[in-house]
């Protein structure tokens, strides 16, 4: 079991004010938070409103990758939680963290309890199918890292502008740690507008990347860009 002062939570944030509220109200009070924000909202206006205690804002313009780290340098607990604002943790998710003592990473799907649902349901599926195949397919929006072995993997490619958390779990597998998959581990998504610019788009994006990534493969020239994945939202 992971308890609570073990644990920190770190979310990289960029103009999230409208997710902030419903994210802030679904963690505990007493865990520590870690945000890495590069907005030019009032998200950490909102942040420091809501949540003034056990909550360290950090306001840096970069990329999602080297936010993640950045959150990993502050924090001092033994355990990190990388997460997303736009999702929100149910009742009871905070309970059920219970890695096994050689178990370096742990994490689970997102879900949605209002639009998209078969979709993130069919993606949840694909993750444990992976996992059984010995290829973790871990989430940046939902996954518990022991902080001893992202360091000794050399933490996160700060260059890469997407699938950052899938390319660290497996060089954190590769190296010999113990990965799970818990399919019962959900958060739940709150914001769909990426979904909403083409689900297939989406997948086969992240498809094909984390083939050519995986089974190094994928060409320099390419690894450091984002085909197109960061383009502004509507």
């Avoid at 308890?3 to 009070?29: C, G, R, W």
């Avoid at 059920?96 to 370096?104: G, I």
């Avoid at 072995?149 to 260059?159: Q, S, T």
């Avoid at 689900?199 to 450091?224: E, I, N």
Wanted: aromatic share 10%; hydrophobic share 40%.
């Amino acid at each position: 079991m992971i308890h609570m002062q073990d644990l920190t939570i770190i979310v990289p944030t960029k103009n999230e004010s409208d997710n902030m509220s419903a994210f802030l109200s679904s963690i505990p009070e007493d865990v520590a938070l870690v945000v890495v924000d590069a907005s030019d909202d009032d998200t950490c206006e909102k942040i420091n409103r809501l949540r003034p205690h056990h909550t360290v804002i950090i306001n840096e313009a970069c990329n999602i990758s080297a936010a993640r780290q950045i959150g990993a340098n502050v924090a001092q607990t033994p355990w990190l939680l990388f997460t997303d604002a736009d999702v929100i943790f149910p009742d009871g998710y905070f309970d059920c963290f219970n890695p096994a003592d050689d178990e370096a990473v742990l994490y689970g799907p997102k879900r949605s309890a209002h639009a998209y649902v078969a979709y993130y349901d069919m993606i949840a599926k694909g993750q444990g199918l992976s996992h059984l195949a010995g290829i973790p397919a871990a989430t940046g929006s939902n996954m518990v890292v022991r902080k001893d072995a992202l360091k000794a993997v050399g933490g996160f490619d700060v260059n890469l502008p997407c699938n950052e958390d899938s390319e660290l779990v497996w060089r954190i597998a590769r190296a010999g740690y113990k990965t799970r998959f818990d399919p019962h581990l959900s958060v739940y998504a709150t914001d769909h507008r990426r979904l909403e610019g083409g689900c297939a788009s989406k997948t086969l994006h992240s498809l094909a990347r984390c083939f050519l990534l995986y089974f190094d493969l994928m060409p320099a020239r390419w690894r450091y860009k984002d085909w197109g994945y960061w383009r502004p939202q509507e």
